[in-house]
């Protein structure tokens, strides 16, 4: 969907650089709620370098099954 890393830069930009949401969703054309979840996930899962954040800040959970396959 977005480009490796993309989705990351936004996120710095809100967190580190102070920018608003909004302003940051305007230049990256990225939804406003996205990035509030991708900034929740990051700051919840205090991320230090670029390789853990590719792999925590991801997106949406697979859904549950509520049926099994055989029924």
């Known amino acids: 969907m977005y480009p490796d890393g993309y989705i990351l830069k936004a996120v710095k930009k809100v967190v580190a650089e102070k920018q608003k949401v909004c302003d940051v969703s305007k ?3 990225i939804p406003k709620r996205s990035i509030l979840r991708y900034v ?4 919840a899962a205090g991320i230090q370098d670029e390789a853990e954040a590719t792999t925590s800040i991801g997106g949406y959970q697979k859904p549950r ?7």
């Open 27 to 29: 230049a990256t054309s």
């Open 40 to 43: 929740k996930n990051f700051l």
């Open 65 to 71: 099954k509520v049926f099994s396959s055989e029924q």
